[in-house]
C-alpha cells in the first residue's frame, strides 16, 4: 500500500477510534512500525447483517495482510470433507447413542424431537460432530450462511485486491481440537448444544446486535461465562488457542507491514482474550469504535 495512502487511513482511524459513536468488535495493536487491527468474527451471519461497520472496512483498506483463524482460501473441500468423515465419523457397530449412554441420548433425541431434528441421521457421528450438524442446521433453518459470514466476506475482497491471506491454524488442527475432547465433554456439547437450539433465533439476535455494538460486557456475560462453565471446553477451544496466538501477533508486532487479523468475537473478550492477553504483555491496545 501507498505510504501516503496508509498515512492519511491511519489519520481517519484515529479519528474515528476516538470519535463519538458507538464500539465495535475491533481493537488496534500498535507495534513500533506497524499496525494490527483484531476483528472479532461471526462466522455464519444473515444478509440483512450486511454491510459491515465501516471502521472495519477502514482497517482492512489499511492492512496488507489478512489472518484468519484458518487460511480458507486455500482449504480443498475434498480433503476437508475426507478428514471430517476420518475424525468424527465412528468406525465399527458403534452408534452416537453408545457414546452417548442410554440416558443421555433419550435427553439428546427428546430435545431434538422439539427442534425437529432426527437424531437418526447422526447416529455414525461421534457427539462432537453432531453438535456442529445440528447448529449448522438450526442456523441455516433462521437464514444464517457462512457466505455472509465475516471471514468470508473479507476473503472475497482480499482475493480480489490480491492481498495475502494467512491462517494461523490449519483446519485438521482445528478439527483436532474438537476430535480430542473427552467424551464427557462431546456429551455436554451435544446437550448444551439441543438444548439452546429453540432459543438460538432470539439467542443470534442479540448477539449480532451485542457484536456490532462492540458490547464487551454483554459478549462476556452472555457468551464467556456460558462458555467458562465446560472447563475442559474453554481451554481447548478458547484460552489455549488465544496464547499460541498471542506468541504469533507478537512476532507480527515486529512487522512493518499491517494486519486485519479475524478470529471469532469469543477470542477477543474477558481477561484470556487477546487484547487482554497483549496488554499484560506491554503492547498498547485500544477498542475502535464507529463514528456516527
Known amino acids: 500500500m501507498h505510504k501516503l495512502v496508509t498515512l492519511i487511513l491511519v489519520l481517519l482511524l484515529s479519528t474515528a477510534a476516538s470519535a463519538d459513536g458507538h464500539p465495535v468488535s475491533l481493537w488496534l495493536a500498535e507495534g513500533a512500525h506497524n499496525r494490527i487491527y483484531l476483528l472479532g468474527s461471526v462466522h455464519m451471519l444473515r444478509k440483512e447483517d450486511h454491510p459491515l461497520s465501516t471502521v472495519i472496512d477502514d482497517a482492512?483498506?489499511?492492512?496488507?495482510?489478512?489472518?484468519?483463524?484458518?487460511?480458507?482460501?486455500?482449504?480443498?473441500?475434498?480433503?476437508?470433507?475426507?478428514?471430517?468423515?476420518?475424525?468424527?465419523?465412528?468406525?465399527?457397530?458403534?452408534?452416537?447413542?453408545?457414546?452417548?449412554?442410554?440416558?443421555?441420548?433419550?435427553?439428546?433425541?427428546?430435545?431434538?424431537?422439539?427442534?425437529?431434528?432426527?437424531?437418526?441421521?447422526?447416529?455414525?457421528?461421534?457427539?462432537?460432530?453432531?453438535?456442529?450438524?445440528?447448529e449448522q442446521l438450526a442456523l441455516n433453518r433462521i437464514g444464517f450462511n457462512p457466505i455472509y459470514g465475516v471471514e468470508m466476506h473479507l476473503m472475497a475482497k482480499a482475493q480480489e485486491d490480491g492481498k495475502e491471506i494467512r491462517g494461523?491454524?490449519?483446519?485438521?488442527?482445528?478439527?483436532?481440537?474438537?476430535?480430542?475432547?473427552?467424551?464427557?465433554?462431546q456429551r455436554d456439547l451435544l446437550l448444551q448444544t439441543l438444548a439452546e437450539?429453540?432459543?438460538?433465533?432470539?439467542?443470534?439476535?442479540?448477539?449480532?446486535?451485542?457484536?456490532?455494538?462492540?458490547?464487551?460486557?454483554?459478549?462476556?456475560?452472555?457468551?464467556?461465562?456460558?462458555?467458562?462453565?465446560?472447563?475442559?471446553?474453554?481451554?481447548?477451544?478458547?484460552?489455549?488457542?488465544?496464547?499460541?496466538?498471542?506468541?504469533?501477533?507478537?512476532?507480527?508486532?515486529?512487522?512493518?507491514?499491517?494486519?486485519l487479523i479475524v478470529v471469532g468475537a469469543l477470542h477477543l473478550i474477558g481477561d484470556d482474550g487477546v487484547p487482554a492477553l497483549l496488554t499484560r504483555a506491554g503492547v498498547n491496545v485500544s477498542q475502535m469504535r464507529q463514528p456516527n
Do not use: H
Not at 482445528?174 to 480430542?180: E, M, S
Not at 432459543?199 to 467458562?228: P, R, T
Open 60 to 134: 482492512y483498506e489499511d492492512a496488507e495482510s489478512l489472518v484468519m483463524e484458518i487460511d480458507m482460501d486455500d482449504i480443498d473441500a475434498a480433503a476437508t470433507q475426507a478428514l471430517v468423515t476420518k475424525l468424527g465419523v465412528i468406525s465399527g457397530d458403534k452408534t452416537l447413542r453408545d457414546l452417548m449412554g442410554s440416558e443421555m441420548y433419550a435427553k439428546a433425541e427428546l430435545a431434538a424431537l422439539t427442534l425437529d431434528i432426527p437424531l437418526d441421521m447422526l447416529e455414525k457421528t461421534e457427539p462432537w460432530l453432531a453438535a456442529i450438524t445440528v
Open 168 to 185: 494461523f491454524e490449519s483446519i485438521e488442527e482445528q478439527l483436532t481440537f474438537l476430535d480430542t475432547l473427552s467424551l464427557e465433554a
Open 197 to 259: 437450539g429453540n432459543d438460538i433465533e432470539a439467542v443470534m439476535n442479540g448477539l449480532i446486535e451485542a457484536w456490532q455494538k462492540g458490547d464487551v460486557k454483554f459478549l462476556e456475560e452472555n457468551m464467556l461465562a456460558d462458555m467458562s462453565q465446560y472447563p475442559e471446553l474453554y481451554r481447548a477451544i478458547v484460552s489455549d488457542r488465544n496464547r499460541r496466538w498471542v506468541e504469533d501477533i507478537n512476532l507480527l508486532l515486529d512487522d512493518d507491514d499491517d494486519y
